[in-house]
T-cell receptor, first 117, second 116 residues
Framework: GDSVTQMEGPVTLSEEAFLTINCTYT??????LFWYVQYPGEGLQLLLK?????DKGSNKGFEATYRKETTSFHLEKGSVQVSDSAVYFC????????????????FGQGTILTVHP | GAVVSQHPSRVICKSGTSVKIECRSLDFQATTMFWYRQFPKQSLMLMATSNEGSKATYEQGVEKDKFLINHASLTLSTLTVTSAHPEDSSFYIC????????????FGDGTRLSIL
């Protein structure tokens, strides 16, 4: 079945440091890939997405590129802020990005990011 | 603003009590909603898929009689934890499938359930 593997945390960085959180996946076909962020005590928010190979998703300074050859979707940010402290989840789903047929989400285990001033 | 509202945000109750959690889609009709459980510092575990007007589909290992799901309207799904015990204490999150296809699901803010 489908699976998502994230780098283990927690990750602790100083403000303005470079961030990479690795994510690799196993799936048949052509899944869509996502990064979600969860702030303390809250639900999940979609951070960015990519629906086909070589697509780059970006939002709030975060980026991730859908690499089919390496089955990866690593999250990066050039300069993190204290407000970026949260848990980050990589996820995939099947379905047509342009339609309404997204299937179930498969999540990675989550990576806790703490950014210090 | 939030498109999925989950209520209550926190519940503390005695062992043996049944607890109902509501999940509402605010600006779209959701034929499909999902219920997740999240343990501390762990990922989300899908418990069940809630389909409007029909029975929920439970994931393997989830007790149907323990976690009752009702999806009686296109904007509301409820999860009832029956006769809750301390081991049921957890963070429960609902989501609703986005009918417009912009993203897979919109998530509620979760319910922290603590059983004493």
């Amino acid at each position: 079945g489908d699976s998502v593997t994230q780098m283990e945390g927690p990750v602790t960085l100083s403000e303005e440091a470079f961030l990479t959180i690795n994510c690799t996946y196993t799936a048949t076909g052509y899944p869509s890939l996502f990064w979600y962020v969860q702030y303390p005590g809250e639900g999940l928010q979609l951070l960015l997405k990519a629906t086909k190979a070589d697509d780059k998703g970006s939002n709030k300074g975060f980026e991730a590129t859908y690499r089919k050859e390496t089955t990866s979707f690593h999250l990066e940010k050039g300069s993190v802020q204290v407000s970026d402290s949260a848990v980050y989840f990589c996820a995939l789903t099947r379905g047509d990005a342009g339609g309404t047929s997204y299937g179930k989400l498969t999540f990675g285990q989550g990576t806790i990011l703490t950014v210090h001033p | 603003g939030a498109v999925v509202s989950q209520h209550p945000s926190r519940v503390i109750c005695k062992s043996g009590t049944s607890v109902k959690i509501e999940c509402r889609s605010l600006d779209f009709q959701a034929t499909t909603m999902f219920w997740y459980r999240q343990f501390p510092k762990q990922s989300l575990m899908l418990m069940a898929t809630s389909n409007e007007g029909s029975k929920a589909t439970y994931e393997q290992g989830v007790e149907k009689d323990k976690f009752l799901i009702n999806h009686a309207s296109l904007t509301l799904s409820t999860l009832t934890v029956t006769s809750a015990h301390p081991e049921d204490s957890s963070f429960y999150i609902c989501s609703a499938r986005d009918p417009r296809g912009n993203q897979p699901q919109h998530f509620g803010d979760g319910t922290r359930l603590s059983i004493l």
